[in-house]
């Protein structure tokens, strides 16, 4: 099964990247958790994160549901992120796996 490790020292252009890697689902990367802005490629996540939030690290499995992958990279860092379709032209449902998202 699919793992992909988070890690607030990764920039977001290899954050999407090895996102990609692990579950082929395309990631959009947003400053804030409304989703309106999306994040500088050069940034680190740890940069981006939210007053009060802790960051750090999280593993995700390929089984868990987009819906609460999204949830917690927000609880975790304050930033926005959206799973989409491998060649990121839809939204993935928030009720399927990561796996799922990029078939």
Do not use: H
């Not at 490790?5 to 990764?10: C, E, F, I, K, Q």
């Not at 999280?58 to 491998?86: D, H, P, S």
């Amino acid at each position: 099964m699919a793992e992909f490790n988070v890690d607030g020292r990764l920039k977001v252009k290899t954050f999407k990247a090895n996102f990609k890697k692990a579950f082929g689902a395309s990631l959009r990367v947003y400053t804030t958790t409304n989703c309106k802005t999306p994040a500088d490629e050069e940034a680190t996540l740890a940069s981006l994160r939210a007053e009060g939030k802790k960051g750090g690290e999280l593993t995700v499995g390929g089984n868990l549901r987009v819906g609460n992958f999204e949830k917690k990279i927000a609880e975790l860092y304050g930033i926005g992120v959206q799973v989409a379709n491998a060649d990121n032209t839809k939204l993935a449902d928030n009720d399927i796996t990561l796996v799922a998202a990029g078939k």
